[in-house]
């Protein structure tokens, strides 16, 4: 076997009473890719967040190139050329991708020669890598996934020879990741060793040799990628069988309680987003929009939340038109039985600065339940939150704690639980299930169903095609903002594949 | 995240750190009164024995004190609401002016206890009016509130300084302030409280103001950490676009938390001008609005944190005053210079020991790293 590129050694790591690590063993061989999985908050993050420097563990030694080394900080870790993407950007929104890519790496005064030669260094890596990003882009102005590769080039530029990865993928389409995927064959190829945490697990089979599975804290096992498969892993996992895909019965499509007509966004630079969509969602349906990220998905959901201004068209909650000029009362919408579960949880969905109590009536804090007067009502607040981390199974079970030292995962489940337990007649879902274990995905693929087939009418917006598939009764696929094509969930992947890209619709237009 | 280092635990966060700054910021206080050639020792004795070891010292201590709970508060409520309030300078002086209307109205006819909650509303309802411009300007035409509570404070100096030369001044008076208010515009003293305890005090101005800024004191964590408004400042006041979701109206949570601010800015002028001078002269804010911002952040936003901090400033105030009649060499002004080097180190510069700390932390005892979250409440 390779000689070791990293050791980990009897890790351990609490935070508080919440055992994050217990006496975990890790060893991955140079040259190669590692995958980890494990549930929400198994402490894969944790984990290589000690390797990064962001922590510290409790005890234990770790090992670069089989020396014990300290890291105590992440300029350490970057020392010992030890990279790291992410699983939330930490990126700084208002810079260009030029300028987050030298921070921190900047070597003089006036950053002249520093903007030079990064130019031309990036310029290189996209070459090489197939990452290409406009380097005087701002980041806030760029979509998810072109964030990422700022990630991976920032740490590529650090001239990183081990890549942690942190669930890179769970912010791009298909075709991203394939390409992504291509990026780490290649540095593999060139003997940089890759750790990959992803929950997909079809991920781990297709690109890593070797796979290491965490169970609440700990490690349970690792296997050669060739010698297990994907029921195994996901069983060591969750320590249960576990469906890959929820069954679901016929819908009945019922009444339309949703309906969008002719509607067209345009961004804050007067960029058309969404052009001309009109569709509708009934009752007893979900209905899916698949696409690859960038293609007005986004800001379709803003506008019909009432949060983004549209430009024209009409939207119908039950019939009655909502306020499409930006300042419609999400809190009205709410009270009409419209719940929105937005893509970005980080900064729209939840207050990661507030306890998990807090943001578990966030959007709802004027319902009277929640209240005595003017005051909240601490209490009621209290018992509804451990309610909620009752039934979603939300961990740590600690309504206390900061949102922000939630697994994402976690987090997840805080904003699926607010929103899905009030009720809502329709139900507005963006990247469900971003970030989230194969266990966690079942339970939530069948929360929307049994909201289904409870009446509610169900829009779901996601870049996974198979979770598209999986729980859509109808398939409308986004391309340039416009709606290219509906298809029923028979439709194959290659089938929407070609609508995402946009190819159907060009022949067509020829 | 943007730094690279781990939380510290509370005790640190909220006790270890503004000690080493308050300890630096004395250091660098105690080099400036060698240079002027007195011994820093015998200097620091004077200070803290004129601000707590007499009767009179104590009384002073807390009467300044008063002033910038009210201060602080004010800059702390608009913080959460992530709007820094410049313009409490401005909005206290104001503030006065509304206690002047209604004193100089009615000083002869109500007894104290019926003239100061009219008292309390006029200043109140002034300061939210000075808080209460800037607040719709940020909100319904983008003009940001840093710059417009700082031109607010100008306009306020000159407004008062117009009004004080001119319509409230008395015939024939050679001095810029009201005439002096009499009867039930004279608030009670606390004095004897102090007394009870056996000091005596030959006279301070220590009135019920304090007790009123320690209600506010508790109001303000009752509203930050328990009410619904409170709630969706803090809301605002960490994403803006959490808030837009939420379905809380930018436009009316600014206004609201600019008003509440600017209200109780305006109740700070009742502590000077009804427990103590019994006029409004000009200038009588003198500073104290900027002090809040200190206070407030050296406080760490918290009413607890501001009380503790407007006691020390007022310390400084007091004990300052007390050094510079003590030791002769050290003029007024060297008192400003110790009291900026606070504010220069637990305010401005709160952040500049954090990271070493948290470094030390994480080296020495990685267990406590990150613990906060489990063992803090939000405050
Ligand atoms: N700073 C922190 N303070 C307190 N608890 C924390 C902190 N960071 C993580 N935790 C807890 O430690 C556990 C492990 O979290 P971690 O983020 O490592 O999980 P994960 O395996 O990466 O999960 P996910 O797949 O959802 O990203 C969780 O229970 C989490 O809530
Ligand atoms: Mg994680």
């Known amino acids: ?510 | 995240m943007s730094t690279p280092y781990a939380k510290l635990p509370a005790w640190a966060d909220y006790g270890l750190i503004p000690l080493i700054n308050l300890s630096v910021a004395f250091i660098v206080a105690g080099l400036v009164v060698v240079l002027v050639g007195e011994n820093p020792f015998r200097a620091a004795v004077i200070l803290v024995e004129g601000a707590f070891g007499k009767g009179t010292g104590i009384a002073f201590t807390l009467f300044y004190a008063t002033t910038f709970i009210f201060t602080g508060l004010s800059v702390a409520v608009a913080a959460h609401c992530s709007l820094f309030n410049i313009g409490t300078e401005g909005q206290a002086y104001i503030g006065g002016l509304g206690i002047a209307l209604v004193c100089l109205s009615l000083d002869s006819t109500l007894p104290w206890w019926l003239l100061f909650p009219l008292a309390i509303v006029a200043s109140a309802a002034f300061g939210a009016l000075w808080g209460f411009i800037p607040a719709y300007l940020q909100a319904k035409r983008g003009s940001h509130i840093v710059i417009t509570t700082i031109m607010f404070n100008f306009i306020a100096a000159s407004t008062m300084v117009y009004l004080l030369v001119g319509l409230l001044k008395p015939a024939g008076s050679q001095a810029p302030q009201t005439r002096n208010f009499v009867g039930g515009a004279e608030l009670p003293k606390l004095n004897w409280v102090i007394e009870l305890f056996g000091a005596k005090i030959r006279s301070a101005p220590l009135n019920i103001c304090f007790l009123l800024a320690l209600v506010m004191a508790f109001l303000v964590w009752l509203l930050i950490w328990r009410t619904k408004l409170g709630y969706e400042m803090r809301t605002y006041g960490h994403s803006p676009k959490a808030a837009r979701y939420a379905g809380i109206s930018e436009t009316r949570i600014v206004l609201t938390a600019m008003m509440i601010s600017g209200a109780l800015a305006g109740m700070m002028a009742l502590n000077p001008v009804m427990g103590d001078q019994h006029n409004v002269a000009i200038d009588f804010v003198s500073g104290a609005g900027y002090v809040g911002i200190a206070v407030a952040l050296m406080g760490r936003l918290h009413p607890v944190g501001i009380v503790l901090a407007a006691i020390l400033f007022g310390m400084l105030y007091q004990g300052g005053a007390e050094l510079s009649f003590e030791m002769p060499s050290i003029t007024r002004d060297m008192i400003v210079i110790i009291q900026g080097l606070v504010i220069l180190f637990a305010g401005a510069l709160e952040h500049m020991f954090r990271p070493y700390i948290q470094a030390i932390f994480a080296s020495f005892s990685p267990k406590s790293v990150g613990m906060e979250a489990i063992k803090g409440k939000g405050a």
Do not use: C
Request: aromatic letters at 4%; hydrophobic letters at 40%.
């Open chain 1, 1 to 510: 076997m390779a000689q070791a590129a990293i050791e980990l050694i009897g890790i351990n790591k609490s935070f508080g009473a919440v055992r994050a690590n217990r006496d975990i063993n890790l060893e991955v061989a140079r040259g190669t890719i590692h995958g980890i999985v494990g549930e929400n908050g198994a402490g894969k993050s944790t984990l290589m967040s000690i390797l990064y420097g962001f922590y510290q563990a409790d005890s234990g030694e770790i090992r670069v190139g089989g020396k014990p080394v300290a890291i105590n900080t992440s300029n350490d870790a970057i020392a010992l050329g030890i990279g790291m993407v992410h699983q939330h950007f930490m990126l700084v929104d208002n810079f260009t991708v030029l300028e987050n890519v030298i921070l921190g790496a900047e070597n003089d005064p006036l950053l002249k020669s520093s903007i030079a030669k990064a130019r031309s260094e990036l310029d290189r890596l996209e070459r090489e890598y197939g990452l290409e990003v406009d380097p005087d882009a701002v980041i806030e102005e760029l979509p998810v996934g072109l964030q990422q590769r700022v990630e991976i080039l920032k740490a590529l530029y650090r001239g990183a020879e081990i890549l942690i990865l942190d669930e890179p993928t769970g912010v791009l389409t298909p075709a991203e990741a394939d390409h992504l995927f291509r990026i780490l064959k290649q540095l593999k190829d060139q003997g940089k060793t890759i750790v990959l945490i992803t929950h997909k697990l079809r991920e781990i089979m297709a690109i890593t040799d070797t796979v290491s599975v965490m169970r609440q804290g700990t490690m349970v096992a690792t296997r050669v990628t060739k010698q297990t498969t994907v029921g195994e892993l996901a069983e060591l996992m969750v320590g249960r069988r576990v469906l890959l895909r929820v069954e679901k019965g016929q819908s009945e499509a019922g009444a339309i309680k949703l309906s969008v007509k002719n509607l067209t966004v345009k961004d804050s630079r007067g960029v058309t987003m969404v052009d001309n969509v009109s569709f509708d969602v009934r009752g007893g349906e979900i209905v899916g929009i698949a696409g690859v990220a960038g293609n007005g998905q986004s800001e379709l959901l803003e506008a019909i939340s009432g949060i983004r201004h549209a430009v024209s068209g009409e939207v119908m909650l039950d019939g009655k038109p909502i306020d499409l000029t930006g300042k419609a009362d999400p809190g009205e919408l709410r009270d009409r039985g419209l719940a929105h579960v937005p893509e970005d949880r980080h900064h729209v969905g939840l207050v990661l600065a507030f306890e998990e109590n807090e943001n578990s009536i966030l959007g709802y804090h004027d319902d009277e339940r929640y209240l005595k007067g003017l005051f909240l009502n601490v209490d009621a607040i209290m018992a509804d939150a451990k309610d909620k981390i009752e039934k979603y199974d939300i961990r740590p079970g600690n309504p206390r704690l900061k949102t922000a030292n939630f697994s994402g995962g976690n987090q997840q489940k805080i904003v699926l639980a607010r929103e899905m337990e009030q009720d809502p007649g329709v139900l507005i879902v963006g990247q469900p299930t971003r970030g989230v274990d194969v266990g966690a995905i079942e339970f939530i693929h069948k929360r929307l169903i049994a909201m289904r087939d409870q009446g509610k009418a169900v829009l779901v917006v996601s870049v996974e095609l198979d979770e598209i598939r999986s729980l859509s009764d109808r398939i409308l696929v986004m391309f340039a903002g416009r709606v290219v094509g509906e298809r029923g969930p028979e439709a194959t992947e290659g089938e929407l594949g070609l609508l995402m890209a946009g190819v159907e619709h060009q022949e067509a237009a020829e």
